[in-house]
Every structure is written in C-alpha cells, then in structure tokens.
C-alpha cells in the first residue's frame, strides 16, 4: 500500500516568489492536513481538507492557501514568500480527518523550502 | 502557556536502557493521543494511537495515558541505536490535533 507522497521533496525560491506544494494521500484516506515545522516552532498545523472542502485552518496569514481535488490530492500555496517561510512542510492523510475524531494521521516525507 | 507540554530534551541513554518520553496537556477535551517517531530530514511515523486511558503495548513500546492529570507518556523497553530519533507527542479533539514540541532521543552503544 503506498503511503503519502509529497512533491517536490526539495524547493529553492526567493523572497516574493510563489510557490506550490503537492500532496498525494494514501488510497481511500479523504482527509489531508498541512503542517510547518520549524527548529523554533515545531508542528503548526495549517489547515485541512476533507472532501475538496477546507474544514480547519491554523493561525496563519491568507498567504497560505491550499485546496483539495476530486481524487483527494491536495496543493498548498504560498504567496509573496518571506524568508522566515523556510521550513519543511509536511501534509499528513487520515480516513476521518479531525473535525469528526480523527483516526491514525499518516505524513509524508515533506517538502523543504528554503526561502532566499 | 502551549496545549501540549513536551520537554525538548536531549535524552541520551546507554543501549539496553527503559526511555521514558512524557507529554502534558491542558485541554480535557482532547480525545485521542498519539506519538511520533521522526529520524532526521524524514517526515513524522506514526508509532502508537490511543484515545483511552490506560496502557497500550506495541513491542517494545508502551503508551500509556492518564485523563485525570492529562499526561501521556511513552514507554520504550531494551532501547536500541536505531531508536535515536525525535518523538512527538499529539492530541487532540473535535477540530483540532496539536504536537509537542519533540523530545530528542539519542541511545548510545
């Protein structure tokens, strides 16, 4: 059974720029949440998505966006990148997601932006 | 104050040592509680779930969660080199899943 795939595994931009993040969940699982881990910071959840509909977001600026398709992949986008965005960014499926009990949460292996 | 507590370590143990890796939370709603293992530039692993209290065996793992003092707690028997890693703590209830911030672990030969 493959697990989550995340891509790119790497990503170099500079301030200003944009940039887009895919996640691909494990098959059947509808619920896909995004996370930034940061040395200072740790886990911040920054939203989820279950049936292509946002349910949850964290406390992050509207720069951070995502969505979700039909087939449950998701993308999450940042705009006007910040160099404080540098971090690795992991995207975790679920079968429930968390707005109804969340089952096992399963991550990916991240995607690392560095920001300059 | 964080809705997850997690004391960042490091954790450095003799190979054959028993871990103890703890976690406090504030929010009594919180329903179910995990723990993550994640090795360097690796995305989190998922290696045990519980939404009880009690204890949970896995192998040489134990979770164990006590709702009354909102402690959770992570127990690894004969610790290996291979355990070496950071591990996470996570809760969480209706909306939301929240991690600790890692303990590092590193066991030594």
């Known amino acids: 059974k493959a697990g989550v795939t995340q891509t790119p595994r790497y990503l170099i931009k500079t301030r200003g720029q944009q940039v887009t993040l895919s996640c691909s969940p494990i098959?059947?699982?509808?619920?896909v949440s995004w996370y930034q881990q940061t040395p200072g910071q740790g886990l911040q959840f920054l939203f989820e998505y279950f049936s292509e509909t946002q349910r949850n977001k964290g406390n992050f600026p509207g720069r951070f966006s995502g969505r979700q398709f039909s087939n449950s992949r998701s993308e999450m986008n940042v705009s006007t990148l910040e160099l404080g965005d540098s971090a690795l960014y992991l995207c975790?499926?679920?079968?429930?997601?968390?707005?109804?009990?969340?089952?096992?949460?399963?991550f990916g292996q991240g995607t690392r932006l560095t920001v300059v | 104050q964080k809705e997850v507590e997690q004391d960042p370590g490091p954790l450095s143990v003799p190979e054959g040592a028993i871990v103890s890796l703890n976690c406090t939370y504030s929010n009594s709603a919180f329903q179910y509680f995990m723990w993550y293992r994640q090795y360097s530039r690796k995305g989190p692993e998922l290696l045990m779930y519980t939404y009880s209290s009690g204890n949970k065996e896995d192998g040489r793992f134990t979770a164990q969660v006590d709702k009354s003092s909102k402690y959770i707690s992570l127990f690894i028997r004969d610790s290996q080199p291979s355990d070496s890693a950071t591990y996470l703590c996570?809760?969480?209830?209706?909306?939301?899943?929240?991690f600790g911030a890692g303990t590092r672990l590193a066991v030594h030969p």
């Open positions: 098959s059947g699982h509808r619920s």
């Open positions: 996570a809760t969480g209830g209706y909306n939301k899943l929240i």
């Open positions: 975790a499926s679920s079968l429930a997601g968390i707005a109804t009990g969340v089952t096992e949460a399963f």
